[in-house]
C-alpha cells in the first residue's frame, strides 16, 4: 500500500504528494499568485504516480488521477477555453473513477439493476430543477447539459460509494466523503469562474480538492487490496 514504506516507490510520491500540497496551500494563503500558478501541477503529478506504483493494473485509477493533473494545468488559465477544456479534463477523470467504481466494487457486489435505474431517473429531476440556473450563468444548452452532468457524475460517485458500504465494503466511506469534498471544491471552483472572484478563493478550493482526490484514491486502493 502506498502509504507503507514496504512500497518505497509509492511511498515516496505520497510523501512529495504531501509536502507539494502543503507548499501549494501555503502559497494560496500568502496569495503569492505567481509561485501558486508554478507549483499547481506537482501535487498530482505525484499522487498520479503514486497510484501507478501502488496500483499498476489499476489504469482506471490512475489515468483518472491523470485527467485531474490536465484539469489542473488548464485551469491556469483565465480564459474561458482552456477553463471548459479543463473542466472537461475534470469530467472525464470523475467518470473514470466512476468506471473503477462500478466495474471494480459494485459490480462483484451483484448490486441490483434497479439502482442504476434510479439513479438515472435521478439525472432527468437534477437536470430539470437546475437547468434555468445554469442557463443563466453559461448561456448556452449544450454548456447546461455538460455542467448539470458533470456535478451528477459526482453525485453518483457519493452515492454509489455509500450504497457499497451498504454492502459491507466499509473502505468506500473514504470515496463517498472524497466525492463529497470534491463536489464542494468544485461549487467554489464555478463559483469564482462564473460569479466572481474573492480574496482566499483558492485557499478554500485547493485543501479541499487535494483531500478529495487522496480520500477517492485512498478509498478505491483500501477496497481492493485489503
Known sequence: MFYSPSNPAAFTFFILFIVSACVEILFCILQLEKLRKIFKAFPMIFLSIMTIF?????????????????????????????????????????????????????????????????????????????????????????????GTLYFFSLFVNVVLSFITVGFGEIQMLYVAFGAMVFLFSDINVFKQRLVGKTKFGQVVIMPTYYLAQILIITGILLTLTR
Do not use: R
Open 54 to 146: 501502488a496500483a499498476p493494473y489499476e489504469w482506471m485509477l490512475y489515468v483518472g488521477a491523470i485527467c485531474g493533473l490536465l484539469g489542473d494545468i488548464f485551469l491556469l488559465s483565465e480564459k474561458k477555453g482552456p477553463f471548459y477544456t479543463g473542466v472537461v479534463f475534470f469530467f472525464f477523470g470523475h467518470i473514470f473513477y466512476f468506471l473503477e467504481i462500478l466495474i471494480k466494487v459494485a459490480v462483484p457486489l451483484n448490486i441490483p439493476f434497479w439502482v442504476y435505474i434510479i439513479l438515472g431517473c435521478l439525472y432527468i429531476i437534477f437536470l430539470g430543477l437546475l437547468y434555468k440556473k445554469f442557463l443563466q450563468k453559461l448561456h448556452h444548452h449544450i454548456f447546461v447539459f455538460m
